[in-house]
């Protein structure tokens, strides 16, 4: 695998590939992220992936600082993976100047869910992964639906803007008791790692319900809300959205079957997690 650092030495490595499939992540690479190179090799030949902790996305109280680094572990497991060039650029090379012009998705997308609690989020997500697929230029390329937003965000950017690169979506990696793997999980405590599972079980509880003919969102969302809370979490959301465009549904969609999906968001102790599922 070659380790690049820099935008020219990139696009050297890369001259002449016209099927290249790009994985962009933050590092702290565990099975979910190697999943999505797995997925990336399916859809695509080199395989390129990066590694970047993108200030612009972290709010100014979050935890961009002690954001997990572990480059030298991250790179043994590219190798095995088989990915033909690592991007691993400095913030100097990514971002030599200041950054002024961003990508601030559309206003529903962009400010529901995790835009509502992490303002500036998808501005800055948007903004480095459009700087990444310039830099990489990539034919496809890969996100989880860990991330289910993001992917939504993504997705619209890459068409909205003509960009020459597919989208693809790769399920969510699972521990055995359910808990969807991320980088953020290392912050747990024993205790709470072993409470972790819960919110997918949450989930899951308020997907059964729907599947099973109970519409009324309002009051499922607040009762698993509710009896996260009783355990101990601070749960930010837990919601009912329609696939497509991530807004509540209205009754005539209930009554449809629009394709949905229920999304959370809930701290334990100072950890924030995240998780979805299709309904
Ligand atoms: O999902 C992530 O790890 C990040 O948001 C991404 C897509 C690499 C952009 O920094």
Not at 20 to 48: I, Q, Y
Request: net charge negative.
């Amino acid at each position: 695998m070659k380790i690049v650092s820099t935008i020219e030495e990139l696009r050297d490595q890369l001259s002449g590939q016209l099927r290249t499939a790009f994985v962009p992540t933050m590092g702290n690479l565990h099975e979910g992220h190697l999943s999505l190179m797995r997925l990336a090799r399916k859809h695509g030949d080199p395989v390129v992936a990066s590694i970047f902790v993108n200030r612009l996305q972290f709010g100014p109280n979050e935890d961009f600082d002690k954001y997990p680094r572990t480059f030298q572990a991250d790179v043994e497991k590219l190798e095995k993976e088989g990915v033909y060039v690592l991007f691993a650029p400095t913030e100097k090379e990514l971002y030599p100047e200041p950054q002024e012009f961003r990508v601030a998705p559309p206003e529903g997308l962009g400010n529901t869910l995790e835009g509502e609690f992490r303002p500036g989020f998808f501005t800055g997500v948007s903004t480095v992964v459009l700087k990444l697929f310039s830099c990489v230029q990539p034919k496809v390329a890969v996100f989880g639906k860990k991330d289910y937003q993001q992917l939504m965000i993504v997705r619209n950017m890459a068409r909205q803007f003509a960009l020459p690169t597919q989208i693809i979506a790769a399920e969510t990696w699972r521990a055995d008791d359910g808990l969807a793997l991320s980088s953020r999980n290392m912050y747990l405590s024993e205790g709470e790692r072993a409470e972790a599972p819960a919110l997918y079980r949450a989930l899951t509880s308020v997907a059964e319900e729907v599947r099973s003919g109970h519409l009324d969102v309002f009051e499922l969302e607040h009762k698993a809300m509710a009896e996260l809370a009783a355990r101990g979490w601070k749960p930010d959301y837990i919601s009912i959205r329609k696939q497509m465009d991530l807004q509540p549904p209205s009754a005539g969609d209930l009554a449809q079957g629009a394709p949905l999906v229920v999304l959370a968001a809930a701290k334990l102790g100072t950890t924030r997690l995240i998780d979805n599922l299709e309904i």
